[in-house]
């Protein structure tokens, strides 16, 4: 069952990457709503860790691959650090998973907030490190802040859409293990 639920996720990836490009440019500074980092999200605390750091190895190549652009003969941003992006976040969500016993919305609501700001800022700082400058202005501070927004608003509504088809663990819910300490 967790292999299907994996092979699931697996396949949402490239329909979402799709999709976030047909949704609608934002108003403010023509902002795009990031689906990727929510997607990844869930399938970070939802997947046991070996899965979930496969996961994130897919989500880094479609996220570097949607971000490959040459510059002057050479790739302005590479695989690699997507690659230690998506794998970091996994083990902090899994880590935070194991505090909060398991997958639940506001953890997912948060965690996408979070992914999202940290990967567009970090895009941007590694433009502005390769081109030699760092043009910070209030554009560019809600290029980065809205559809973090944006994918706080929209982490509870993929939740509530993936939430049944998490497959059940052997110990069974959070509910029925006991916390093994007293606050």
């Known amino acids: 069952m967790r292999t299907l639920f994996l092979i699931l996720l697996l396949c949402l990836l490239p329909v979402v990457v799709v999709v976030q490009d047909f949704l ?10 990031q689906l990727l980092p929510v997607l990844f999200c869930f399938g970070a605390l ?4 070996i899965p979930a750091l496969f996961f994130a190895l897919a989500t880094a190549l479609i996220q570097g ?3 490959l652009q040459f510059q002057s003969g ?6 690699a650090p ?10 902090a969500l899994q880590m935070t998973g194991e505090i909060t016993h398991g997958l ?3 953890l997912h609501a948060l965690g996408s907030f979070l992914v999202t700001i940290t990967m567009l800022g970090g895009e941007f700082l590694m433009i502005c490190a390769k081109r030699g400058g760092l043009p910070l202005s209030i554009d560019v501070l809600t290029r ?3 559809p973090g927004g944006a994918s706080l608003l929209l982490a509870p509504m993929l939740y509530l859409l993936l939430k049944s088809f998490v497959p059940i663990t052997s110990e069974g819910s959070s509910a029925n293990n006991p916390v093994p300490y007293d606050l």
């Open 144 to 146: 980065v802040a809205v």
């Open 24 to 33: 609608p440019i934002l108003p403010p500074a023509q902002e795009r709503i």
């Open 65 to 67: 691959l949607i971000l």
């Open 82 to 91: 997507a690659i230690v992006f998506f794998l970091c976040w996994t083990i």
């Open 74 to 79: 050479q790739a302005e941003n590479g695989l």
């Open 104 to 106: 639940r919305w506001e």
């Open 46 to 49: 939802a997947l046991p860790f």
